[in-house]
């Protein structure tokens, strides 16, 4: 499918409902997971300097974590 705007570059990671999991939690965090690594991704090209990119990726990893435990207790 094809990307979707995010400014001047075309998302590298596009949200589809085929992979939805059928759990409207766990899909809005893969959603908000797909941004914020289009975000980093666009950061990047954009040659940001690396305070702005650090804070990006220190906020996608502490995202990443909550997803996580998140799933975790969902399997539990």
């Not at 990047?44 to 804070?55: L, S, T, V, Y």
Request: hydrophobic share 35%.
């Amino acid at each position: 499918s094809p990307g979707v705007s995010t400014g001047k570059r075309k998302a590298a990671f596009v949200w589809d409902e085929s992979m939805a999991t059928g759990d409207d939690k766990v899909d809005e965090q893969h959603r908000k997971l797909f941004e914020m690594t289009n975000g980093l991704i666009q950061a990047m090209a954009e040659g940001r300097g690396r305070r702005q990119i650090a804070e990006v990726l220190d906020q996608l990893q502490a995202y990443t974590v909550t997803h996580f435990a998140w799933e975790e207790g969902c399997m539990e």
